[in-house]
């Protein structure tokens, strides 16, 4: 056998080999994402009571029922399995990465996770009661207002799920930091696009209201100075331990 026929049948079983994990990854990820799934909606009677905090919502039909349910369920379990994903996602790619980069991506995962439920908690406990009592106060003002379940949990995931993303910018920066992709000087040159994606984000995710966007954007622009913050302890501590590694 030629080198070149070994080196083509190195490929094709490296090939093989990659999507095999990868076939492993997405399994483990559905069969631990439709676990969680199971678990809350067996649970989702308990779930319900802290979701809607009493307030009186109306179902429009039977299937409602099932998707207001069933998008609960989905919404939490996609949440919950976010750390054990991202484990997944860093044995596939572990391989292509360095000792440092391996390491270094490891040790993130469960502050992402972290970051990801404070976000959930600040959209849910400060943001969303916030701006739907605002809009709520203005409504009753004139008319009387019935809200369906399918609205009040639509409105929920759109002030809450966001910020949990949100949440983990520092983090990510960070960790870009880390493996070299970007620097501080590099995140404070863009810091003026970043403050516009900000208020875009803010914008979307808020009734369009200032109230309601300010009281969001003040945080998103916080999280964004934050990740430069942590970009340049970061940045400092890489240059310290290079400098170290050709001092030895």
């Keep these: ?16 080999e990659h999507v095999t994990d990868l076939r492993k990854a997405i399994i483990s990820s559905v069969v631990f994402f439709a676990v969680c799934f199971i678990g809350i909606l067996v649970s989702i009677n308990q779930v319900i009571p802290i979701l809607t905090s009493e307030n009186e919502l109306v179902m429009l039909g039977p299937l409602d029922v099932v998707r ?22 860093w044995k596939f790619v572990r391989p ?5 980069e391996s390491k270094t991506a490891v040790s993130f995962i469960p502050w992402i996770f972290i970051s990801f439920v404070a976000g959930i908690c600040f959209g849910f406990f400060v943001i969303f009661p916030t701006v739907y009592g605002f809009l709520m106060n203005i409504g009753t003002n004139n008319f009387d207002m019935m809200i369906t379940a399918k609205e009040y949990f639509s409105f929920m995931l759109m002030t809450s799920i966001p910020l949990g993303f949100l949440f983990e910018v520092p983090l990510v920066l960070m960790f870009l930091t880390a493996i070299g992709l ?21 914008a979307l995710i808020t009734p369009p209201d200032v109230i309601s966007q300010v009281i969001v954007l ?8 934050l990740g ?21």
């Design 68 to 89: 207001f349910y069933t998008g609960i369920a989905g919404s939490l379990s996609l949440g919950f399995s976010a750390p054990f994903i991202g484990y997944q996602i």
């Design 182 to 202: 970007v620097t501080p000087a590099k995140l404070g040159e863009v810091r003026k696009y970043g403050y516009i994606l900000m208020a875009v984000i803010s």
């Design 1 to 16: 056998m030629t080198e070149t026929q070994m080196s083509k049948k190195e490929q094709e079983q490296t090939l093989i």
């Design 96 to 100: 292509a990465l360095s000792k440092h």
């Design 218 to 225: 003040g945080p998103l622009i916080g999280l964004y100075e």
């Design 228 to 248: 430069v913050m942590l970009s340049k302890v970061m940045y400092k501590r890489k240059l310290r331990a290079e400098n170290e590694g050709k001092a030895s």
